[in-house]
């Protein structure tokens, strides 16, 4: 699991770095959407073709033969429910912060998803111990809302000032010109429209202190998403989506490979995790291809008009992209075998992944610099919070039993 954490709490910070460089969000999706299935091969035909071939655990190949469908649309539901939620946490965290996004959206993965897990591994974890730490979970994303509300105001404050000092030097022309480019930046409504040129005095800026209202400002033109002056309630409520989209595969994937509601047919064995795992990243892979050749034409939240053949020749950051895709199909992959030999419910201690990522975020993007002692105090519960939780929840771990 320690491996599966590291792993899950980088890939985003990949993404995340990309949109901030101004890679479209679908480009980049599509780009980690192969290397993501391309990680379920891998593991099939290495860990799924391991040990000896037997009725009770078959191989990889011998199991795609067999007659368990719907072993096989349970574990395509997860993968349908995991790329929607990965998808949504894409757009998620240019409005609220990498942090704030993976916080809120693990918190309601296990608020869901592991009480979910519970009940469907037959309770074997610790009911007194694992309740508390979903409690703990639900509290840290709470926290997660607040933070985000206390950094958005501080972020308006210093757009405020700064508009204000222009105004003071300049004049109120000039700070009705300046409040449009910080509230207002536009863009092409196609990727294929030449872009305008730098201003000097752009050019002239080497490297802007992070948390300052010119850094915002400069980092705004440049992203993919717009977010300067959008409605809060729109990050809220995608990270929420992504959430309770994130809380549905891990049960799904749990009913495919344990097969609690007695779909199988007589004498055919349980989908072996390697062989679930195939099929969950098959329809994940599809969902993300459809989804994002969709919005190559049909964007959404301001993102620019695109089209295939503009994907095909965006050589930007698709490095970056396509080993994104490989960490996170790695990272699911060694999650669900923890699950599958400790329980689901326990195997959800990876979601401290959010621990990785907001180090990643204030480290590399400088997440939360020159906030306030308010933010400061809130994001510091909102970690304390979730460390405490994922403390609770890893003791509640017990042996699987034979169902």
């Not at 990949?14 to 890679?23: D, K, M, T, Y």
């Not at 799924?48 to 007659?67: K, M, R, S, V, Y």
């Not at 395509?76 to 609220?96: D, E, H, K, P």
Request: glycine share 8%; proline share 4%.
């Amino acid at each position: 699991m320690g491996v599966s954490l590291v792993l899950l709490g980088t890939w985003p910070v990949v993404l995340a770095v990309l949109e901030r460089r101004g890679r479209l969000p679908q480009h980049t999706y599509l780009d980690y959407s192969i290397t993501n299935f391309l990680a379920a091969l891998l593991v099939a035909f290495t860990f799924g073709q391991i040990g000896a071939d037997t009725p009770e655990t078959p191989n990889f190949l011998t199991q795609l033969t067999q007659d368990n469908w719907p072993s096989i649309l349970f574990a395509m539901s997860g993968g349908i429910f995991n790329g929607l939620g990965t998808l949504a946490t894409q757009y998620g965290w240019a409005f609220v912060g990498l942090s704030v996004t993976e916080v809120m959206a693990s918190s309601l993965k296990v608020v869901i998803g592991t009480t979910l897990n519970y009940f469907l591994d037959g309770r074997i974890n610790k009911a007194e111990i694992l309740f508390p730490g979903v409690g703990c979970f639900l509290i840290a994303a709470c926290l997660g809302s607040l933070v985000h509300s206390s950094n958005a105001a501080d972020n308006q404050e210093k757009l405020s000032s700064a508009m204000v000092n222009h105004s003071n030097t300049n004049g109120d022309t000039e700070n009705e010109e300046l409040t449009k480019h910080l509230l207002e930046i536009e863009q092409p409504k196609d990727c294929e429209e030449q872009e305008p040129e730098v201003a000097p005095a752009a050019q002239a800026v080497e490297k802007l202190e992070a948390g300052t209202a010119d850094f915002l400002v400069d980092l705004e033109g440049k992203r993919s998403i717009k977010v300067l002056g959008s409605n809060t309630f729109l990050g809220l409520g995608i990270v929420t989506f992504a959430g309770v989209s994130y809380s549905l595969f891990s049960p799904a994937f749990n009913l495919a490979t344990n097969d609690q509601w007695h779909t199988l047919g007589e004498g055919v064995p349980h989908m072996v995790v390697y062989t679930a795992f195939f099929y969950f990243s098959l329809a994940c892979f599809a969902i993300g291809i459809a989804l994002n050749i969709w919005f190559l034409y049909h964007p959404m939240v301001g993102v620019p008009r695109s089209s295939l053949t503009a994907y095909l020749k965006d050589w930007k950051g698709r490095d970056l992209a396509l080993v994104a895709g490989m960490v996170c199909g790695l990272g699911n992959a060694f999650q669900f075998m923890a699950g599958q030999a400790a329980g689901y419910a326990a195997a959800d201690a990876v979601q401290a992944l959010p621990l990785v990522s907001t180090v990643w975020g204030i480290v590399l993007f400088g997440e939360y610099r020159r906030s306030s002692r308010r933010t400061y105090t809130l994001l510091g519960s909102m970690l304390f919070m979730f460390v405490v939780a994922m403390v609770i929840l890893m003791a509640s771990s017990a042996h699987r039993r034979p169902l």
